[in-house]
């Protein structure tokens, strides 16, 4: 392969390039790519069968059009047993994120890092600050969610990402402990669990918190279906959420969103569920035997996954965009190095399962490239700098901008001695401080506690927020301003609810259920001409003016602002799934709790 192949990878800012740029930078004809160990496809979904259908019907499927998104996510709820209120599909789950960013996120967003670059991305394209959480590679990129809701709540972040296995690392979180971190973000804006890869994980047999999410006034669930059906090129995903949130980002979408092929394999699925189900199965075993190949290659460290992928740091003095252009241009084998992912370097790679023949081929290619006779490591790690070697934007973004403007300062002070710290050798459990995950995160070291430098020990409790009157780290909670339980309404200080409310024939129309003891614990004689001594309320009210102030937890079978009952979500009060006329019903397909489980 010409030398233009891998210098693709170089100017792509956080993604691999597409297969189709590797095809036509090769000169390689349809079929005749590389083993692909990047791209995290299910290999054994479609079967050959199901290929073989659609190339007969190619012709109508891409000359007519497609039926609208209605009716074809009517199709696909019928099939995962989902009321069509609390679903909206999207061409791709990246389509989704878009306009989850668009119309939920309001000003901030937190997420753990390294994980899928569009959830750090999106929002920054879009000026909304990004508090990144980074997970230590000291013990094993686990997220710790309490830890996690300390960090949102020090830098008032209001909208909440968590992927479910994550991506690279492919790290899990049990149901119940995400369940609970739901209802500890409550006050939240939006919580996001991202389970775009939970269809291979075999950790539980009910993994998923769909059927939580539509109970729940804030809290978004997404899922991909090119992933797990091993059709990357037909773009198509969902979300599930309560109906206002679901149809709220529906009504948005075009009406033709979905392509025709899109419609023509969700209607295929029924018909295909054990084969669909069988293919999951075969991925996790898989999953499981690559694993041990993998770690036993001397020096290189693989950790625990619930992806359809393994996550693996490269052996001491092995750079990874050395690896991966010797293992395609030498081996035909592509890999993903991750050192455009923010929170991970190019020490690190994801490599997707895949079944035995293709991992016999990247084991014996790795062991060339990385301890072939006379060639020694890949090449030797960079003396100096900040253990990141891609070359890429995103990388420079994350060293300047990391959480906004948080971190800047304690990053720029500590870097230098952490990316001094030597890795030890040879050993297979994580090495402290090896390669930073991120410049924050090798300030704390080999400590897994990302939050001291989050948390206000510095002479600014907050130094990122903006109104820097008040050393309040959260603004928005009620906790500080101890006179408002609810500091973000706009209407507490009720002789002056216009800085957000247009029409104000009425100090405060009850847009919120209980203004009064708000009120009553301000001075409610004082005018407040110039009282806008609440300066630390009143610059942040106008933006959160339109949403209403959140609730606690859900009591059992009690339904939350727009959303459902327990009951409704069963399948009662005319909210059931719907089922396309005169269609039988699946016979062994997985609902959406359970997606794919065996047996």
């Given at each position: ?400 901008e990391t959480n906004g403007k948080g971190m800047r300062a304690v990053t720029a002070q500590n870097a230098p001695a952490a990316i001094g710290a030597a890795p030890a050798v ?174």
């Amino acid at each position: 392969m010409s030398g233009n192949v891998t210098s693709l990878f170089r100017s792509t800012a956080a993604h691999s390039p597409s297969m189709a740029a590797l095809a036509r930078e090769s000169g390689e004809t349809a079929g005749a790519g590389p083993v692909d160990f990047c791209i995290p496809c299910n290999p054994y979904f479609p079967t050959p069968a199901m290929f073989d259908e659609m190339a007969g019907r190619l012709r109508d499927i891409i000359t007519y059009y497609p039926s609208s998104a209605d009716t074809i996510t009517a199709e696909l709820c019928g099939l995962l047993q989902l009321p069509p209120q609390c679903v909206a599909m999207g061409n791709g789950s990246t389509e989704l994120i878009t306009w989850i960013d668009h119309l939920l996120v309001r000003e901030s967003l937190a997420v753990p890092v390294p994980t899928f670059g569009r959830w750090t991305d999106q929002p920054m394209e879009t000026g909304k600050r990004v508090d990144m959480f980074p997970l230590q590679e000291s013990s094993g990129f686990t997220l710790d969610l309490a830890r996690y809701a300390e960090f949102i709540r020090a830098r008032g972040t209001r909208a909440v990402v968590i992927c479910n296995p994550n991506n690279p690392d492919g790290g899990y979180q049990n149901k119940q402990a995400l369940v609970q971190f739901m209802d500890a973000m409550a006050d939240r804006d939006l919580v996001v669990i991202d389970e775009s890869f939970l269809e291979f994980a075999d950790a539980e047999a009910e993994p998923s918190v769909v059927q939580e999410a539509m109970l729940r006034p804030n809290v978004v669930v997404l899922r991909s279906l090119g992933k797990n059906f091993g059709l990357h090129g037909i773009r198509f995903g969902y979300l599930v959420a309560n109906p206002a949130l679901a149809g709220r980002v529906r009504s948005m979408l075009p009406k033709w969103n979905l392509n025709s092929f899109a419609e023509h394999v969700v209607f295929m699925l029924r018909d295909h569920g054990a084969e669909y189900a069988q293919s999951l199965h075969q991925v996790r075993r898989d999953r499981l035997e690559m694993s041990g190949q993998l770690a036993a290659l001397p020096g290189l460290t693989v950790y625990p996954s619930q992806g359809n992928f393994l996550f693996v740091r490269l052996p001491v003095g092995a750079e990874g965009t050395v690896v991966r252009d010797r293992m395609l241009t030498e081996h035909r084998v592509l890999v993903r190095e991750c050192g455009n992912k923010i929170g991970s370097s190019s020490r690190f790679l994801r490599l997707v399962v895949r079944p035995q023949p293709d991992v016999r081929r990247l084991v014996s290619g790795m062991e060339q490239v990385l301890y072939g006779a006379g060639r020694g490591a890949a090449v030797p790690e960079p003396a100096a700098g900040n253990g990141y070697s891609s070359g890429t934007a995103a990388v420079d973004r994350l060293m300047s901008e990391t959480n906004g403007k948080g971190m800047r300062a304690v990053t720029a002070q500590n870097a230098p001695a952490a990316i001094g710290a030597a890795p030890a050798v040879g050993t297979g459990t994580p090495l402290p401080a090896a390669v930073p995950v991120t410049a924050a995160a090798a300030t704390v070291g080999p400590v897994p506690v990302p939050l001291p430098v989050a948390a206000p020990p510095l002479p600014q409790p907050a130094p990122y927020e903006n109104p820097a009157p008040v050393p309040q780290p959260a603004p928005y909670e009620s906790p500080v301003p101890v006179p408002q339980p609810a500091p973000y309404q706009g209407p507490v200080p009720v002789p002056q609810p216009a800085p957000y409310q247009g029409p104000v024939p009425v100090p405060q129309p009850a847009p919120y259920p209980q203004p009064v003891p708000a009120a009553a614990a301000v001075p409610a004689p004082a005018p407040a001409p110039v009282p806008v001594a609440a300066v630390p309320v009143a610059p942040m009210a106008s933006p959160t003016a339109a949403y209403p102030p959140p609730t606690g937890p859900t009591p059992p079978g009690v339904p939350a602002r727009g959303g459902l009952t327990a009951a409704q979500v069963r399948g009662t009060n005319g909210l059931e799934s719907v089922q396309a006329a005169g269609r039988p019903g699946p016979q062994s397909w997985p609902n959406a709790a359970g997606m794919g489980q065996v047996g």
